[in-house]
């Protein structure tokens, strides 16, 4: 059986809150998973990378910002030969970010699996906003030393003047 010598990257969405929110699906697949990335840019996760190895049983790499979107063949490269997973906070879909790994490594040849999982865009509704009023979604990265980006003041002040809500 072909299917079953493929070897495949995970993406896998790991939800909003803790190591205990990951699907069944979810976890099935980094269990199958050779080597395990955390992808530790766009978003934060509530518990700590440590809790995430104790409760799947498998060591995890930080994948940070420059490996993420300078060095991302790092990570899907080694799914020509063995299965890896890439966890996300929250959805896979819902950063630019992963959509870009994902097309990235298809278009190197590696099979590609999304897992999707909560995300923001959902729990938004919680708070009683109306999804229909919200304008562009806004990324703020996280600063570093010698980067700060400002690339998302537009977005916003776009929102505002609009009166809708900003999701950032």
């Not at 998302?152 to 009166?163: D, S």
Request: aromatic share 8%.
């Amino acid at each position: 059986d072909n299917k079953a010598t493929t070897m495949v990257l995970y993406i896998i969405g790991l939800g909003l809150g803790d190591e205990k929110d990951i699907t069944v699906r979810g976890l099935e697949a980094i269990k199958s998973s050779d080597k395990i990335f955390l992808e530790a840019y766009t978003s934060i996760l509530c518990v700590g990378k440590e809790r995430l190895e104790t409760y799947y049983e498998k060591p995890i790499i930080l994948a940070d910002r420059n490996m993420v979107e300078s060095e991302a063949e790092q990570i899907y490269e080694p799914a020509k030969s063995q299965n890896v997973s890439l966890l996300v906070v929250g959805d896979p879909v819902c950063a630019t970010t992963h959509t870009d790994i994902m097309i990235r490594a298809k278009e190197s040849g590696v099979t590609v699996e999304l897992i999707h999982n909560a995300s923001i865009m959902g729990a938004a509704g919680c708070c009683g906003l109306q999804l229909y009023n919200f304008g562009h979604t806004v990324s703020i990265p996280f600063f570093e030393e010698n980067w700060r980006p400002t690339s998302f003041y537009p977005k916003i002040r776009y929102n505002r003047q609009g009166g809708m809500h900003t999701l950032c």
